[in-house]
T-cell receptor, first 112, second 115 residues
């Protein structure tokens, strides 16, 4: 009974393509996040939604567009993929914006 | 500018001994600190946390110490077990002007506990 799930787990695609990653949480949390872990292992916040409203939007290219259809889902759409987008993307959720976050298993994106 | 630093990328410890993982931060506005543990091909899982008003928090084999004047925290695992082998991330939170907490993560320390 997975708390935070992401699909797909692996994604290999070519430069210029558009792709989406989906995230769902069944914890009843009101806040969800997208993080990017790059090759240097930095885990950086990209976006955060609270009750479906965008509350954190870091300096991320506008090719990345998050969408939260409801409190349990936060999807990430990436347009015109570039080599530098290759990374592991983690979804997370929490109750409120403080406190511990629960992470999904990650999606490893490889752009060739 | 990395505000949360874990300067040791890896650490090896004998089973049964103490593991000490260190974390330094630069922003004095950080008011809540967490440790996460990550196994390969999984997401980080929450381990233990500490508020800036405390200097120690203990949970079973895990203890986190906070030294605000030195802007340093550490995670002690006693006794270390082979199942503790994982990557450990330190994270710090700060309240943004919007009233939202934002978390900054360190780059992780890979702990290997030798049987």
């Amino acid at each position: 009974d997975t708390a935070v799930s992401q699909t797909p787990k692996y994604l290999v695609t070519q430069m210029g393509n558009d792709k989406s990653i989906k995230c769902e949480q069944n914890l009843g949390h009101d806040t969800m996040y997208w993080y990017k872990q790059d090759s240097k292992k930095f885990l950086k916040i990209m976006f955060s939604y609270n009750n479906k409203e965008l509350i954190i939007n870091e300096t991320v290219p506008n090719r990345f567009s998050p969408k939260s259809p409801d409190k349990a889902h936060l999807n990430l759409h990436i347009n015109s993929l570039e080599l530098g987008d290759s990374a592991v993307y983690f979804c997370a959720s929490s109750q409120g914006t403080g406190g511990e976050q629960y992470f999904g298993p990650g999606t490893r994106l490889t752009v060739t | 500018d990395q505000q949360v630093k874990q300067n040791s990328p890896s650490l090896s410890v004998q089973e049964g001994r103490i593991s000490i993982l260190n974390c330094d931060y630069t922003n004095s506005m950080f008011d809540y600190f967490l440790w996460y543990k990550k196994y390969p091909a999984e997401g980080p899982t929450f381990l233990i946390s500490i508020s800036s008003i405390k200097d120690k928090n203990e949970d079973g084999r895990f203890t986190v110490f906070l030294n605000k004047s030195a802007k340093h925290l550490s995670l002690h695992i006693v006794p270390s077990q082979p199942g503790d082998s994982a990557v450990y991330f330190c994270a710090a939170s700060v309240l943004e002007g919007s009233g939202t907490y934002k978390y900054i993560f360190g780059t992780g320390t890979r702990l290997k506990v030798l049987a």
